[in-house]
């Protein structure tokens, strides 16, 4: 096998519970991750060096992009050759949907393909929590009750969900959002129970209800434009939204196709990224 494609899909959190910090520095989470249909693509050659080229100028190109940690991590392991990498990046950065996350799982996968290291599904989740909380749940993708730090993932069905996906022309930093959690003291708002009793009933109007995430009042509070984002879409009918991850991306969930064309016609201008996506019951796809 010479060279494989590859679809890595975007997440959102359909819910998102902070239960505390812990003595590593992470936090302990209870969340919903969902895979959308909104992906980065990557194509994976055989080469002598290892070498990353997308035409996203704010995409890091070297040691920083979890693609080529990735990388480094299974060539220095396995004592492999390089490897030229195409990536058409088309999930927003920094924006609370795992862009970068999905694209290590990606590599992950990929090379073990490629490189015919017949890695088992242990080694893989082992090497993807250590590039990153959100990796694990990429490699497999779907519908996952995720606790832990993210690593730890059981299978829910998917729901199937239209979504308006709508991120303002901010970056977030991770980090700096959960640091922020800790300054405020808050209580999460443990909305997790009740979305994951939602989601297994597979009720739209449940879910839309449901839906939330603890770290919205911190990533709200430093931009306005979050809440801003929201109310805009429950006036175009959404029947529920939420921000995801970390932020600042906002999704909302319609039932009426002919409001979710009007709310994307309508936001579309506003916002530095406004798209159309839906919910998939897997993180990666490879194609021909
Ligand atoms: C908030 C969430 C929700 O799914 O998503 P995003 O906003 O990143 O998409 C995740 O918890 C983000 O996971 P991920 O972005 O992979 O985190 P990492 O790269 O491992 O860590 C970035 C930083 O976030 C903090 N972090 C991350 C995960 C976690 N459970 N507790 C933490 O405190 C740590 O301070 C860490 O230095
Ligand atoms: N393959 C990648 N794609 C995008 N960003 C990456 C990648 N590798 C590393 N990064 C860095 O990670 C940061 C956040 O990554 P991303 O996955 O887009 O955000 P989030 O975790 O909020 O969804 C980016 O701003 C970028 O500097």
Known sequence: MEKLNVKAYAKINLSLDI???RKDGYHEIYTIMQSIDL?????????EEIKLICDDEKVPKGEDN???????????RYEKEGVLIRLN??????????????????????LNKLWDLSLSEEEQKEIALKLGADVSFCLEGGTKIARGVGEILEDLKTPQLDLLIIKPDIEVSTK?????????????????AAAIQAVNKGNLYEIAKSIGNDLEIVTSSKFKVVQKI?????????????????GPTVYGIFDDPKKLEKAYVDL?????????????????????
Do not use: H
Not at 39 to 47: M, Q, T
């Open 19 to 21: 239960l505390g910090k």
């Open 176 to 192: 700096e959002i959960y640091q922020e959690w800790d300054k405020l003291n808050i209580k999460s708002q443990n909305c997790t």
């Open 89 to 110: 990046k088309k999930i927003p950065l920094a924006a609370g949907l795992a862009g970068g996350s999905a694209d290590a799982a990606a590599t992950i996968v990929a």
């Open 66 to 76: 979890l693609i080529i940690k990735a990388v480094k991590i299974l060539k220095e």
């Open 268 to 288: 579309k201008e506003n916002y530095g990224f406004v798209a159309f996506a839906k919910t998939i019951g897997k993180g990666l796809e490879f194609y021909d």
């Open 39 to 47: 992906c980065d693509i990557l194509e994976f050659e055989r080469n």
């Open 230 to 246: 929201k109310s805009e879409l429950l006036k175009k009918g959404a029947l529920g939204c939420a921000m995801t991850g970390s």
